[in-house]
């Protein structure tokens, strides 16, 4: 088969080194992919969003399956765009349509989801610039943090969590009236704040069966000790050791079967991964929010402890027969360390000349910003690498990732020493 892959980040590097240990895989291609795609699979040059594009190059090159990384181009239903062309609708997209892809594209949808099947999450209610003082009598009502969300896509970066109330309502009219994260922040969901540890659960549909993948856990903030600004994540752990037979239990009977057959309920065509983001509170899993797609770094860890063909997975998706294929996991624990750009998440440099890669041992470096220049490889985004290892247990593996950065180096890297310390 020839699979067209889209993105160019770390995800996307992870899910093609296990899309190439499949012998149904004769060739891969990367849209746009980053050097460490370009050393496995081919590259291509290809903006995402158009569809036009990706069209003529799938039908060239005669593409039999497309697989989406990213977020974007599912909102804006490449799903439906596949489906409805009749020279393209025989080429499997796995991902879901655009409809489905409101989980993540609205946090309003979202939230009115869970509702409406009963699944645990948060309070909430969503306002609009004409709304923006009923949000502020809103946040009265709540005790501290005030958790704000912008309702569209922000790259990960629109929620807040605010302690002080007079704070809260001033950047909510940032957000509402002065557009902090432009359109996406058109419309803010306010919800209260859960207190307790946060994980992810990642699940494989075709609509009607699932697969429960390995969970993880990632860590957003930039500074040690879970503190600065919000990352896309700053390295991930699978298993998550706290996540108990008791606790994933609640977690598919609460959560994932109600998502599964409240999809199916609503008629949305779903073929692809649901990403739910959980806070076990003394616990019992609470949703936090949904995406519609594998997350970053989780994926650097969740794909090494796939021991199935992820290809075969896909075709079963595709083929709403899911239930025919068996998932195995490797016992083996997973950990990734994100290296990152020194300023990131704020401003960075890029095109650093990256050196050591070939010196690893026993771990695997996905890139994430990278790409190729006058033969080095050099930096090309805020999240540059990820070290992924496996142990017997999560500490065994850190130690090997931390072991392995030594190696690494590029101007102003900068990595959390403190990965899995909470655990």
Not at 23 to 37: E, R
Not at 78 to 106: M, R, T, Y
Not at 151 to 172: C, F, N, R, T
Not at 209 to 238: C, F, Q, W
Request: proline content about 4%.
């Amino acid at each position: 088969m020839t699979i067209l892959l889209l993105g160019s980040g770390g995800r996307e590097h992870a899910l093609a080194w296990k899309m190439l240990q499949s012998n149904k895989c004769s060739k891969l291609f990367v849209a746009p992919g980053n050097a460490g795609t370009s050393q496995i699979a081919t590259n291509v040059s290809l903006n995402i969003l158009d569809f036009d594009a990706i069209k003529t190059f799938a039908l060239t090159e005669k593409v039999d399956m497309v697989v989406v990384g990213p977020e974007d181009p599912l909102v804006h239903g490449i799903f439906d765009f596949f489906k409805n062309d009749s020279q393209l609708n025989h080429i499997p997209v796995i991902g879901p349509s655009k409809v489905g892809a409101q989980l993540e594209g609205s946090k309003e949808f979202a939230k009115e989801f869970l509702v409406k099947y009963n699944i645990p999450t948060a309070a909430y209610d969503s306002f609009t610039k004409e709304t923006v003082e009923e949000g502020c009598h809103f946040l009265e009502t709540l005790q501290p943090p005030y958790v704000l969300k912008a309702d569209g896509l922000a790259a990960g970066k629109g929620v807040l969590i605010i302690q002080d109330l007079e704070e809260a309502k001033s950047e909510l009219r940032n957000m509402l009236v002065h557009e902090k994260f432009g359109t996406a922040s058109a419309k803010v969901v306010i919800e209260e704040f859960l207190d307790g540890i946060e994980l992810s659960c990642f699940v494989l549909t075709d609509g009607k069966n699932y697969k429960i993948l390995p969970t993880a856990k990632d860590y957003k903030r930039i500074g040690e000790g879970d503190t600065g600004l919000n990352t896309g994540g700053m390295g991930a752990v699978s298993p998550v050791p706290f996540a108990d037979e008791v606790l994933l239990d609640k977690i598919e009977t609460r959560i994932v079967k109600p998502t599964i057959a409240g999809l199916k309920s609503d008629g949305i065509e779903y073929k692809g991964f649901v990403f739910i983001g959980l806070i076990n509170v003394k616990g019992e899993p609470i949703v936090i929010e949904y995406n519609v797609r594998m997350g970053d770094p989780e994926t650097e860890v969740v794909m090494p402890r796939i021991k199935s063909d992820l290809v075969e997975l896909f075709l079963a998706v595709a083929n709403e027969k899911l239930n025919e294929v068996a998932l195995e996991i490797d016992e083996r624990s997973a950990t990734t360390i994100m290296l990152v750009s020194g300023g990131y998440p704020e401003e960075y440099e890029k095109e650093k000349v990256i050196s050591g890669i070939e010196n690893v041992k026993d771990s695997i470096v996905f890139h994430a910003g990278t790409k190729m220049k006058n033969n080095q490889i050099v930096s090309n985004g805020g999240r540059v690498l990820a070290v992924t290892s496996y142990g017997s247990n999560f500490k065994e593996a850190i130690k090997k990732s931390y072991q392995n950065i030594d190696k690494l180096h590029f101007d102003k890297m900068y990595f959390r020493k403190d990965i899995g310390k909470d655990l």
